[in-house]
């Protein structure tokens, strides 16, 4: 049994406003926690006091209803620490099974009304979860589009009772307790008058009709966790990282109500020769000196095969050309983008004797310097 409010903040029944302030702010002062000789646990009771007495409202019901109201509190809050456990319907909220549909009159209940958390009891009925799973594809996968198999394990529904819940051959009845409502309608007499609510019946959790005889094989929840394998078709187009929803491939929710949705994470393998930003393409390909600087037609692989690409005379390193149509098509209208090739001009590593007395030519005619004696070509030449 908590203390008596007016004890704890040693005043009378009968104390004014104002002398609660001044005695509040005077225990405040002494037991604060952060003094030498301060006191949390008192600190927090006289703060506690003073939060209901200090508002008038508060304190009329206090007075009224004594310790139940310090009890009622705790209770709502109690019930609020359930909100996050939306993950697993059905056995996160065991702890409501007893107290369900209850219509005495318990100030407990009040504030869980008045805060909501009624909510909480119908959250057997509420869709399955989503699921997410990561699915891995080659670059030309995801540039044209596969379809894949996928396997995955999940709550689904029970093979004996087909998601029911009612053992095979058995009838499904009206829930007797709501008349097939669902809910049911209360008046419950509270602090702040009449309250009318409508409670999820706990006997069909909102079904309106239940199991004569709840199916063996999943207890009447109507699901099971199996495995389960789905053919997906995958887009052309489909970028790294991106999602797919698959709806109602999630989790099934409890006894045939909606289904999750499953969600496909992209995970695209890099390509050796190919780079991907968005719907174009890129690659680096080398060509020779004598290429860049005559001019040639060169082949070059694209991801639909080889093309022909034309190299103009004088072309530098470094220089980019667009093909068009090369690229990747674009999800929704199969529009497809470019693919950029960058050519590279290369320097021979190695040279034969006539090569290498071309070259000296060339550098002659053009006057640049080569003066490089015989034992070092040769010694170039051999090291490769
Ligand atoms: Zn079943
Ligand atoms: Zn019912």
Redesign the pocket.
């Known amino acids: 049994m908590a203390k008596n409010f007016y004890d704890i903040l040693g005043v009378s029944k009968s104390a004014s406003a104002d002398e609660i302030k001044k005695a509040y702010r005077k225990l405040a002062h002494q037991h604060h926690p952060d003094k030498n000789k301060g006191d949390e646990a008192k600190f927090k009771e006289v703060n506690e006091a003073y939060q209901v007495l200090s508002n008038a409202e508060k304190r009329q019901q206090y007075d009224q209803y004594g310790q139940t109201f310090d009890q009622a509190q705790r209770n709502g809050q109690g019930f609020g620490g359930f909100g996050g456990g939306g993950g697993n319907p059905f056995e996160g909220f065991q702890g409501f099974g007893g107290n369900g549909g209850q219509v005495e009159w318990d100030l407990g209940d009040i504030f869980g009304d008045l805060f909501g958390m009624r909510q909480q009891r119908q959250a057997r009925r509420t869709r399955g979860v989503d699921l997410e799973m990561q699915l891995n594809l080659t670059f030309e996968e995801a540039v044209f589009g596969v379809e894949k198999s996928i396997t995955l394990e999940k709550k689904d529904k029970?093979p004996?009772?087909k998601g029911n819940?009612a053992e095979p051959g058995t009838k499904i009845e009206t829930c007797p307790k709501c008349h097939g409502q669902g809910h049911i309608r209360t008046t419950r007499q509270t602090i702040f008058g009449n309250i009318q609510s409508n409670v999820t019946c706990d006997r069909c959790d909102g079904d309106g009709k239940i199991p004569v005889s709840p199916?063996h094989?999943?207890k009447g929840s109507?699901v099971?966790k199996q495995e389960k394998t789905l053919q997906v078709k995958i887009p052309a187009g489909i970028d790294n990282g991106q999602r797919i929803r698959i709806a109602g491939e999630g989790e099934v929710g409890y006894r045939d109500s909606q289904a999750g949705d499953l969600y496909l994470v992209m995970k695209v393998a890099p390509h050796k020769e190919f780079k991907r930003d968005g719907y174009n393409l890129y690659k680096d390909v080398p060509i020779s000196f004598a290429q860049a600087a005559l001019g040639a037609k060169i082949r070059i692989a694209t991801l639909d095969g080889e093309i022909e690409l034309k190299i103009p005379a004088g072309t530098q390193s470094g220089k980019v050309f667009r093909v068009n149509g090369k690229g990747v098509p674009h999800v929704n209208s199969g529009k497809r983008g470019d693919l950029f090739v960058t050519v590279r001009v290369i320097v021979p590593n190695k040279l034969n004797k006539k090569e290498a007395d071309l070259i000296k030519k060339l550098a002659e005619i053009e006057g640049e310097s080569v003066e490089v004696d015989k034992g070092l070509w040769d010694s170039i030449k051999d090291s490769f």
Do not use: M
């Open positions: 029970c004996t009772c819940g199916c094989t999943c109507g099971l």
